[in-house]
């Protein structure tokens, strides 16, 4: 509902405020667009890639996690143009986007970490 996107928005732009927080999701990089000292990082990859890192970490088959992908981003899609009119595969809204495809996840943190900290 619209209440919880805005509570939510109020919770990210708090924590955003304290500093020193990595917020994953709930449009985290949108709501916090205009201020200062903020990284947005975008994550991609195949859908090959996703399914197959997806059933590896959590134990599902290739099917289930295949249809955990499909409505993650499908949610994510309609919540995000729903409460914020935006599209999150414009690479404009980042300051950074990282093909997973070819970095592991400890590459990615690591490109991320020197990012942030130079």
Do not use: C, W
Not at 21 to 46: C, E, M, Q, W
Request: cysteine-free; glycine content about 6%; overall charge positive.
């Amino acid at each position: 509902s619209r209440e919880i996107a805005e509570k939510t928005t109020e919770t990210i732009l708090k924590l955003a405020a304290i500093g020193n927080v990595v917020i994953v999701g709930r449009a985290g990089n949108f709501v916090t667009r205009k201020l200062p000292d903020v990284l947005r990082v975008r994550l991609v990859g195949s859908l090959e890639t996703r399914v197959r890192r997806l059933a590896e970490t959590r134990g599902m088959t290739r099917k289930s996690a295949l249809d955990f992908i499909e409505r993650e981003d499908t949610g994510r899609k309609r919540y995000l143009k729903k409460y914020f009119n935006v599209n999150n595969d414009d690479p404009l809204l980042y300051h950074l986007v990282l093909n997973t495809d070819y970095f592991t996840t400890e590459q990615a943190t690591d490109l991320i970490l020197q990012t942030v900290v130079g």
